[in-house]
């Protein structure tokens, strides 16, 4: 999102001219049983009516948002124009183990691991539909093999959480953290409520997410620390030096998070 707003042409470029591209090749090709197109629950931006359905007006509220629904429109006119077997999907904030470091739990987990301070945007009331990302993959699969070509899908958790108690629990998975949350600026744009509607996901395809947001978060969490690292705590006088040797008397002992973060 950060990226599509600081460079709106270059994400124009990669997203709706990488779809054309890719869906040009497909119509010159042949055998092409189905084409998922992933887009975001971000297209969405206000909306009245929550849970979200698919059949509400889209109304983004950042360039992302509005990136992504050009590329379902290029992507419904090949449908409509050419008979490609188009299946659309927007799918929920994923999060999980190898996650970008760009995405809330990334970042969360990674300065709960450093014993880092966490910001949070605003007063961190603001909602997400936050899905494993083992409940996306499956959801895909599912589209892929029974969605309906022109149909669209959300893929989500079917869970309602704030990005503070999100947060709280990053750090709580974290054992021997000495993080703090904080709250910071409120984002531009940033929608108050976003919780998608699975209903037709579950009926036509035979979706359900199976893994909800506590043990998924803990899945994430064992993950980042096997890699990264625990947090060993504070040093004796206090002071936070991870990844830094930490002497008691004539001691030291290795910090186990001295792997980079």
């Known amino acids: 999102v950060p990226y599509s707003a600081d460079s709106p042409r270059c994400a124009v470029d990669a ?21 998922v197109v992933i ?16 059949d509400v007006p889209l ?14 429109m290029v992507a419904l006119s090949y449908f409509r124009s050419f008979g490609l077997p188009i299946v659309i999907v927007r ?34 009331l603001q909602t997400r539909d936050m899905n494993y990302v083992g409940n996306t993959t499956s959801g895909l699969l ?8 022109g149909e669209v899908y959300n893929l989500g958790s079917g869970e309602e959480i704030t990005i503070l108690d999100f947060a709280r629990r990053c750090v709580d ?5 000495w993080s703090k949350i904080v709250h ?11 919780l998608l509607d699975i209903s037709k996901a579950r009926s036509d395809l035979g979706y359900s997410p199976a893994v909800g947001v506590a043990e998924g978060l803990r899945r994430t969490a064992t993950w980042f620390m096997e890699r990264y690292g625990r947090p060993c705590g504070p040093c004796h006088d206090g002071a936070a030096r991870v990844g830094m040797d930490h002497t008691y008397g004539e001691g030291t002992i290795p910090c186990t998070a001295r792997r980079t973060v």
Do not use: N, W
């Open 15 to 35: 997203t709706v001219g990488a779809t054309v591209g890719l869906l040009e090749a497909c119509r010159r090709g042949k055998g092409i049983e189905k084409i």
């Open 59 to 72: 109304r983004p509220s950042t360039v992302y948002g509005a990136v992504k629904a050009a590329q379902e």
């Open 142 to 149: 599912l589209a892929l093999s029974h969605g309906r070509p």
């Open 91 to 124: 799918i929920a904030t994923t999060y999980g183990e190898a996650a970008r470091s760009t995405l809330p739990v990334s970042f969360f987990l990674r300065r709960a691991i450093r014993g880092e301070t966490i910001v949070v945007s605003g007063d961190g």
């Open 39 to 54: 887009s975001s629950l971000s297209v969405y931006g206000r909306q009245e009516t929550q849970p979200i359905p698919e």
């Open 184 to 194: 910071g600026p409120p984002r531009t744009g940033e929608e108050g409520r976003l």
């Open 173 to 177: 998975d974290v054992p021997g953290t």
